[in-house]
């Protein structure tokens, strides 16, 4: 069975400017006044960032590696994602926090300025992991041709103007990776780059371990770098969201652990979308100096 009638690609509505499908926008009042406990922990990206690695990392180094521990549930239950709603009767990220006692780890792609101002209220440390403009354009497209719940991506040429403008769900990357770039330091939040991470990923986990003043052996975090690969994430159905049916996370047409690697953008943009797409982001990035890479 393919699509069923009750899913469908929900349309965008702005909050203050930021298009979120429009189940979040409708229930922004609440998403807004959510207060967390000074111990949870938040972890933000802009989608396909990287996040779901980062959540398996957290939990892992919060259970001292115990593989077992954290196939206790799939990836959304054991992290909630802080502003979803869907249609009932799948829960909203707010159902599920509610139930869950602190600390929690908590999912959120939204900007920096719709953070929930409880979490810096509360001095919860938060985890900020960016990726690289074209490799998170070129994730973010397969992810919306196989999510059928989010807008139609179109061609993929078309696809990369519509990155540029910020028009996709969530925002604009560009406000994303910056506004958690200039509230680092006077927030305390930990910011990582998927690049980072992939070029050594065990010096990006004793990090998380650190800031989350944990202290495991080096016998474990070799464990959690094991566990936290590509190969075995996508293998592990409690990580690979294969939790979501297959009408709303259609994984035949890309799956959700699709490639893990960084300058796959190489494969996609053209020498001439390439030149286009630096031109813009030079003009979009030069009031910042964030240290991102292409390649590795
Ligand atoms: P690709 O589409 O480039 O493969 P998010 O979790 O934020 O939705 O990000 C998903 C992206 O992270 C996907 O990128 C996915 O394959 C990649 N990813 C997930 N787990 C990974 C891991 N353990 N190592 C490297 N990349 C990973």
Aim: proline share 9%.
């Amino acid at each position: 069975q393919k699509a069923s009638s009750t899913i469908t690609r929900f349309p965008l509505i702005p909050v203050r400017g930021v298009p979120l499908m429009n189940y979040i926008a409708n229930n922004w009042d609440n998403i807004w006044a959510f207060r967390p406990d000074p111990s949870d922990l938040l972890i933000a990206t802009y989608p396909k960032a990287g996040t779901t690695w980062t959540q398996e990392i957290v939990d892992l180094l919060l259970h001292n590696g115990d593989a077992e521990a954290c196939k206790r549930a799939p990836t959304p239950v054991r992290s909630p994602f802080l502003e979803i709603f869907s249609p009932p009767p799948i829960p909203s990220g707010l159902d599920l926090l509610e139930k869950m006692d602190p600390p929690r780890v908590i999912k959120t792609h939204l900007p920096f300025q719709l953070v929930p101002p409880g979490f810096w209220e509360n001095k919860c440390k938060a985890i900020y992991v960016a990726r690289n403009a074209k490799d998170n354009l070129v994730s973010y497209y397969y992810f919306d041709l196989m999510n059928q719940t989010q807008p139609e991506p179109g061609p993929f040429g078309g696809y990369i103007h519509k990155f540029m403008q910020g028009v996709l769900s969530w925002g604009s990357w560009y406000d994303h990776v910056k506004g958690y770039w200039l509230e680092r330091e006077k927030r305390n939040i930990l910011y990582l780059f998927y690049e980072d991470m992939k070029e050594n990923p065990r010096r990006e986990v004793e990090r998380i371990m650190k800031y989350l003043d944990l202290s495991v052996s080096n016998e474990v975090i070799s464990q959690i770098v094991e566990l936290t690969s590509f190969k075995n994430m996508k293998e592990n159905p409690m990580a690979n969201y294969s939790c979501i049916p297959s009408p709303v996370f259609d994984q035949s047409i890309s799956p959700f652990m699709r490639k893990g690697e960084v300058g796959d953008w190489k494969n996609h943009f053209t020498a001439e979308q390439s030149k286009l797409f630096d031109e813009d982001y030079e003009k979009q990035m030069k009031d910042v100096d964030i240290p991102f890479r292409t390649l590795i």
